[in-house]
C-alpha cells in the first residue's frame, strides 16, 4: 500500500481517532448486514456473496480499540478544526454497514490539505487482503484548488477480494475545488465506497466520477450543500464490460437558501454488464431560491448488457427550480446508417458515435489535455477495444 505523499498530509493521532471512532460503536453494534430487501440495496446482489472466499466475516464486530497505530506525522490543523470537521462527519455520515466497516477497519484517517493549485494522490492497493481507507480531503476558506484522485487496486490470484472505502470532502467558505475521481480496479474487486461532500458558504465544488474496472461495485456519493450560496456539480462516465456491475446511489441533500446542484451522468454498457443510477434530491421546507437539476444519460451496445436509470426527487419547498432526465437507448440508427453512407466501415461508424456520447462530459473539465486523452482512451479501449 502506498500512495503519494503530499506536503499538507497528515494522519489523525490515536487518541482522536480513537474517540470518534468509539462514537459510532453503538450503532454499529445494532447494524445488520444489508439485503436485497434494503431500498439501497435492492438491486445489488449481496445476497450471492461469498464472505468466506473474500476472507471476511460480517458478523464479526471488531473494535478499532484493538488497533495498534502509531502517529506518523504531527497534526497540521488546529485542534478545533479538526473537531469540528469530525463533529460534522459524525452528525451526517449515511448510517450504512460498509461506512461503519471503512471507519471501524481502518488502519488509519488520513487528512489531506488542498491548498491553492493541483493536489494528486495516488494510491495503488496490491494484494487479496481486505482492506479498508478512510480520507478527509479540506481546502481552507478562500482557497481554489484541483485534486487529481487515482485509486487503484491489483490482485495476486484468481479469487475475489473486498475493498471498502470512505471519502470526505469538506471545502470552507469562499473555497472552490474540482476533484477528478479515477478508479482503476481489477477485475475481481468487490468494492463499497461513499464520498461525503460539506460545502461551505459560497463554496463551490466539481466531482468528475470515473470508474473503471471492477466486478461488482456499490458507490454512495452524498453531498451537503451547508452554507449560503454554496454549488457542486457532479459527472462522470461508467463505461463497463464483461459481466461487470455497478449500482450508484447519488444524492444532494440542500440546507440553505441560494444553493445549487447539478448531477448529469454517462453510462455506456454493452457484453453482459449491469448498470444502476439512483439520483437522489432532498429539499426541505422553507428553503429559498434552491436550483437543482439532474440527468442521466445510458448507452446501451448490447441487448444482453443492462442499464437503468432511477431519478427520485424530495422536494418540500416552493421557491425552487428542479428538473430531472433520463434516458437509456442503442445507437441511433439513423446516425449509423448516415457513417455507413458516407464510407465509414461498420467498427468505425459504431466508434465514432460512442466517442460523441461521452466525449463532451471528458472534454469538459479543468484538467490537462494529456489526463482528459488518457480517460478518453481508457473508456474507448473498453468499449470497443481502442480500435
Not at 14 to 28: A, D, I, P, T, V
Not at 155 to 180: A, N, R
Not at 234 to 262: C, F, P, Q, W, Y
Request: charged share 25%.
Amino acid at each position: 500500500m502506498n500512495s503519494l505523499l503530499i506536503k499538507n498530509q497528515f494522519v489523525l493521532n490515536q487518541e482522536k481517532r480513537k474517540e470518534f471512532c468509539s462514537s459510532f460503536l453503538g450503532s454499529w453494534n445494532d447494524m445488520t448486514l444489508p439485503t436485497e430487501k434494503d431500498e439501497t440495496y435492492r438491486k445489488f446482489p449481496i445476497s450471492s456473496i461469498d464472505w468466506k472466499e473474500l476472507g471476511f466475516d460480517p458478523f464479526q464486530k471488531n473494535s478499532i480499540l484493538d488497533s495498534n497505530q502509531k502517529n506518523s506525522s504531527p497534526d497540521l490543523l488546529p485542534s478545533q478544526k479538526i473537531d469540528e470537521i469530525l463533529t460534522l462527519v459524525k452528525n451526517h455520515l449515511a448510517k450504512d454497514f460498509f461506512n461503519y466497516v471503512s471507519l471501524l477497519n481502518s488502519k488509519e484517517i488520513e487528512f489531506l490539505i488542498c491548498e491553492d493549485g493541483l493536489t494528486e494522490v495516488d494510491r495503488k492497493l496490491v494484494g487479496d487482503a481486505v482492506r479498508s481507507l478512510v480520507r478527509i480531503f479540506y481546502i481552507p476558506s478562500g482557497k481554489t484548488s484541483q485534486i487529481k484522485l487515482n485509486t487503484e487496486s491489483k490482485h495476486e490470484s484468481d479469487s475475489l477480494h473486498l475493498q471498502t472505502i470512505l471519502d470526505i470532502f469538506v471545502s470552507e467558505k469562499d473555497s472552490h475545488v474540482e476533484i477528478l475521481d479515477e478508479e482503476n480496479t481489477d477485475e475481481d474487486l468487490i468494492q463499497f465506497r461513499s464520498v461525503l461532500i460539506f460545502t461551505k458558504e459560497n463554496a463551490s465544488l466539481k466531482l468528475h466520477h470515473y470508474p473503471f474496472g471492477g466486478f461488482r461495485s456499490k458507490f454512495f456519493l452524498h453531498s451537503h450543500l451547508m452554507g449560503k450560496g454554496s454549488e457542486v456539480i457532479v459527472d462522470g462516465v461508467s463505461a463497463l464490460s464483461k459481466r461487470n456491475l455497478k449500482d450508484l446511489d447519488m444524492e444532494m441533500i440542500h440546507h440553505a437558501d441560494h444553493t445549487n446542484s447539478k448531477i448529469s451522468y454517462k453510462t455506456i454498457v454493452t457484453d453482459k454488464s449491469h448498470h444502476i443510477f439512483t439520483g437522489n434530491l432532498i429539499i426541505p421546507p422553507n428553503l429559498k431560491k434552491v436550483v437543482a437539476h439532474q440527468e442521466s444519460f445510458n448507452l446501451s451496445l448490447n441487448k444482453k448488457a443492462r442499464a437503468e436509470a432511477n431519478p427520485k426527487l424530495e422536494v418540500l419547498a416552493e421557491d425552487v427550480s428542479c428538473t430531472h432526465g433520463a434516458t437509456v437507448g442503442d445507437i441511433d440508427e439513423e446516425q449509423y446508417f448516415y457513417l455507413l453512407s458516407r464510407g465509414l466501415s461498420p467498427e468505425e461508424s459504431k466508434s465514432l458515435l460512442v466517442t460523441a456520447f461521452y466525449g463532451e462530459t471528458i472534454h469538459s473539465i479543468g484538467f490537462s489535455e494529456d489526463i482528459k486523452v488518457g480517460l478518453e482512451s481508457k473508456v474507448h479501449t473498453i468499449l470497443v477495444g481502442g480500435k
